[in-house]
Nanobody
């Protein structure tokens, strides 16, 4: 089975940076996408960033160049480097893996990111 565990969240001041990590274990199908989603109170979960098995990436419209998603070669971990953080970035951030053939979704437990002075 696939297991995802996020870490790296915390409290940061506006304009600051955080790097989130997601440790992935289990067998992942070769065609997949890894991503980060977030959910703030009173809002629906939204895509932050995604990276495909071939290396292609995409980002939510609100990112505007501030965040970078990456993964290690063995797909053991996926990262989200977040710079120039804003208070509206405050949310629980979730790691996700989706099989492009099976359409199976796997989620981590989430890590809290709070941007406040």
């Amino acid at each position: 089975q696939v297991q995802l565990v996020e870490s790296g969240g915390g409290l940061v001041q506006p304009g600051g940076s955080l790097k989130l990590s997601c440790e992935v274990t289990g067998n992942i199908e070769s065609r997949h996408v890894m991503g980060w989603y977030r959910q703030a109170p009173g809002k629906q979960r939204e895509l932050v960033a995604a990276i495909f098995s071939h290396g292609g990436t995409n980002y939510g419209d609100f990112v505007e160049g501030r965040f970078t998603i990456s993964r290690d070669i063995a797909y053991n971990s996926v990262y989200l480097q977040m710079n120039s953080l804003k208070p509206e970035d405050t949310a629980v951030y979730y790691c996700n893996v989706r099989g492009l053939v099976s359409r199976a979704d796997y989620w981590g437990q989430g890590t809290q990111v709070t941007v406040s002075s």
